[in-house]
């Protein structure tokens, strides 16, 4: 059941989930629910990935859903669902992500673009509070300063854990907004020095590699 449902940006929401029996829901940060949806008698699955801290049994969970254009259920989800609904919820599903039955990495490189953002924000808030030995870089790319999903509560946990939680923020275009991340796409150059026009696109697996100290 649907308990909240902030829009953090107009092409973006939040949804709050809770069973309606109250029971609680063991999850852990990585993993992701299916919505199952029945749109012009056609049954559709999509999944999406938790965003909110999960360590364990958790009274509700929140899923952050982005409009794709032309997508028929994040459109539908971002434009119409309300406060109350009953949504079909499949899992939680997925190996991805920290478990506390796990060894805690010591350092973390998370990179995302978009509505990838939310598995990666779910790591980064447990990591933080129940990993104390490890360390996250987290680089983050969105279209537009406006288009970036959870800047705020990024800014705040690093200006909170400084030691241990570095960002790289891009955009591809600030669009007359202030920034002070970086521009352009993910590239090796445009991360180290800034942009650089003809610059082809590194591969991932070189920029990963510089990330680290
Ligand atoms: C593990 C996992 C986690 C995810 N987590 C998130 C998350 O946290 N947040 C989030 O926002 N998304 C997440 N996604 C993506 C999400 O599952 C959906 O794929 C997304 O919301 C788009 O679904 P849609 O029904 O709106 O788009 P769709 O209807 O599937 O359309 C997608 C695109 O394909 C085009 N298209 C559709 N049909 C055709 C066709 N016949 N011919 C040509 N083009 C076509 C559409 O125009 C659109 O651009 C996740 C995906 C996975 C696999």
Redesign the pocket.
Known sequence: MVTALPRPTPD?ALITLAEPSGAPIRVYPGQ?FTLSLSIDGER?R??????SEAWGEVPEVQ???????????????VDTLTVGARLDVHGP??D?GLRPDAAAPSQLVLISG??????HLAMIRAALRHCPQTSITFVYGSRSPAQALFLDELRALAASYPQRLTLRLFVDDPQGEAWDGGVGRLTEARDHGGPSPGTPPSRPRRVVRRLRP
């Open positions: 973006a992701f559709l999509r999944a999406y990935s938790l965003c899923i952050c859903v982005k409009r794709v254009s032309g997508g028929r259920v994040s459109g539908l989800l599903s997925g991805y978009g509505s990838g953002v939310t598995p």
